[in-house]
């Protein structure tokens, strides 16, 4: 069994900043990582991926230029920081692990989902 437990939302001003933080239980298995979001009525959207060595990152073109996806293997640990945060942003994140890398210029399916943690940015 694997646990994603994810942490570091809450609610920010538009303009703000907020850092996500994604923890595993487990290394040995978990390659690329990525952020999800769904926002209240709309269908759960790709975020950002950072892949095992952190040489290849993605994100949405809603997201580019403000947030910043990174990892400390060591401590299990990936990030999503957040900047000039908009109240469109507003939305339940998910982090999620991945059994497989980025590969062949290919991101692989993701395995394991953490329960999600709200972020609200008030205009």
């Known amino acids: 069994q694997v646990h994603v437990v994810e942490a570091g939302g809450g609610l920010v001003q538009a303009g703000g900043s907020l850092r996500l933080s994604c923890v595993t239980s487990?290394?040995?298995?978990?390659?690329?990582m990525a952020w999800f979001r769904q926002a209240p009525g709309k269908e759960r959207e790709f975020v950002a991926a950072?892949?095992?060595?952190?040489?290849?990152?993605a994100y949405s073109d809603s997201v580019k230029g403000r947030f910043t996806i990174s990892r400390d293997n060591a401590k299990n640990t990936v990030y999503l920081q957040m900047n000039s945060l908009k109240p469109e942003d507003t939305a339940v994140y998910y982090c999620?692990?991945?059994?497989?890398?980025?590969?062949?210029?290919?991101?692989?399916?993701?395995?394991?989902w953490g329960q999600g943690t709200q972020v609200t940015a008030s205009p």
């Open positions: 487990r290394t040995f298995s978990m390659y690329a």
């Open positions: 999620a692990a991945s059994a497989r890398d980025f590969y062949g210029g290919r991101w692989p399916t993701y395995d394991y």
């Open positions: 950072i892949s095992w060595s952190g040489g290849s990152t």
